[in-house]
């Protein structure tokens, strides 16, 4: 019950809440009720002082009769304070007002009337009129034991109905928070035992489609992108460890064998051999660093780039390849990234191309609009080699991935290149996709544009 778990917090504030409620409802119904009994015995008090004052008008006090129901004692006052007429209960007594009448009209006051004893005040009317002898004043009492007691009786009902109404809405919402908030502890008592080993276990999801059963989901969710990151991951060092320890074992073995050769006309080939491995476990380490960059997703700055020029500046840097990249680049295609990321995707994209390409190797930068009407840029590179099956076209975008082994170890490939592509891709906010194409691969990359850029290209 304590002020720092949510349910002591909402029992704590609906109890305030609702004692706030109930007693200006309080107020307000103790106010409203003494004003209308106070209103109803006045209008009786003042029915009959007016009908007296017109006796006393028409010289016709002798025909006053006792007090009707309503009223509880009538005095007539004269000019000069004389009583002239009064009930048995006043007998004797002196004139009620503070002195001789001022002017015609009415006027209400409440007393204590000492001779009338009882316990309870009285409400007056004071009415005032002209007679033949002078300004008569009558007073006309009613008791106000039913308001007194009316206004007892509810604010005892009130004092002792609103602490067991409160009461009521601390048990009440106590109740009502623990039951909503179990399915919570729950899922706590599940998250707190899950450890990087049972990332399999997930939270139960209550029956109810509210906020907690929406919570429990996507922690479920959560779990199972945290369950599929270690797969991944495990799978990853599982690779990993598997490729670097094919080239070290080469790497091992020239090694010793340049070291049991006395030739030295021998040890050039040798230690050439060596530097090919060396140079290929240098690369192999410098992808593995890539990608666990973009795992952990380290952010870059996005800086305005022309596309067309980076893919201008990379093939240009390749002038001295196998085979000639041709290129139909539009001018003014502009995005936003990181121009060495951006330079690493298009360089793995030629890559790719340059090691199956019979004798045709194509770029092309166009921009084109997507399903919501937005721009976009779109690379593509095309070979005529022989081209990716349609089972693997999903396929080759997998780490250390090689749809031909001995041809792709042989010109140094580690299965990383598209892999990195379609992450970096990713990592800027596009796509990276194998498309059907009439001969050899299409590789398609499509990343949003600046804003600002120029209209898409039909």
């Known amino acids: 019950m ?49 009908t007296i004052a017109r006796l006393a008008a028409s010289g016709g006090l002798d025909r006053m009769r006792a007090p009707l129901p309503g009223a509880d004692f009538v005095q007539v006052v004269g000019a000069r304070g004389r009583v002239l007429r009064a009930t048995p209960n006043l007998a004797g ?69 609103g602490p067991l109404l409160l009461a009521t809405v601390a048990l009440v919402t106590w109740r009502v928070t623990g039951r909503a908030l179990r399915p919570v502890e729950a899922i706590r008592a599940e998250v707190a035992e899950i450890t990087d080993r049972d990332l399999h276990r997930r939270v139960p ?33 599982a690779d990993a460890s598997h490729e670097l320890r094919s080239p070290l074992t080469v790497l ?89 990321w951006l330079t690493r995707v298009v360089t793995n994209l030629l890559d790719n191309a340059q090691r199956f390409a019979d004798r045709r190797v194509e770029v092309v930068l166009r921009t084109a609009s997507d399903g919501s009407g937005a721009r976009t840029a779109v690379l593509e590179v095309l070979d005529d080699g022989p081209g990716i099956p349609p089972t693997d076209r999903e396929r080759v975008f997998e780490r250390f991935t090689r749809l031909d082994d001995a041809r792709s170890r042989d010109h140094g490939g580690a299965g990383l290149g598209l892999a990195i592509a379609r992450d970096l891709t990713a990592h800027h906010g596009g796509t990276l996709t194998a498309e059907p194409a009439h001969r050899g691969a299409l590789l398609r990359a499509v990343l949003p544009t600046a804003p600002g850029g120029p209209p898409p290209h039909r």
Do not use: C
């Open 2 to 50: 304590g002020p720092a778990t949510v349910r002591g917090r909402a029992t704590a504030g609906a109890v305030l809440v609702v004692a706030a409620a109930l007693a200006l409802a309080s107020f307000a119904l103790l106010g409203l009720l003494k004003a209308n009994l106070l209103r109803n015995a006045e209008r009786d008090a003042e029915r009959q002082a007016v």
């Open 93 to 161: 007594a002196p004139a009620l007002g503070p002195g001789g009448p001022s002017g015609p009209g009415t006027a209400f006051h409440t007393w204590r009337v000492r001779p009338l004893g009882g316990e309870h005040r009285l409400r007056v009317v004071q009415v005032t009129t002209d007679t033949p002898q002078g300004l008569v004043t009558v007073y006309v009492g009613t008791s106000l034991r039913d308001v007194d007691a009316a206004d007892d009786t509810t604010t005892a009902a009130l004092a002792v109905g």
């Open 205 to 237: 999801v209550p029956p109810t489609r509210d906020e907690v059963a929406r919570l429990a989901e996507t922690m479920n969710a959560t779990l199972d992108r945290l369950e599929s990151s270690g797969h991944r991951q495990r799978r990853f060092i």
């Open 252 to 340: 091992r073995t020239q090694l010793e064998v340049a070291l049991a050769v006395r030739d030295p006309e021998l040890w050039p080939e040798l230690i050439g051999g060596a530097l090919e491995d060396t140079e290929r476990l240098q690369h192999l380490a410098s992808d593995l660093l890539l990608l666990a960059r973009i795992d952990a997703a380290q952010p870059v700055a996005p800086v305005r780039l022309d596309l067309g020029d980076l893919v201008r500046s990379a093939v240009a840097a390749r002038a001295g390849d196998r085979v000639p990249v041709r290129t139909g680049l539009a001018a003014g295609v502009e995005v936003e990234g990181s121009e060495l």
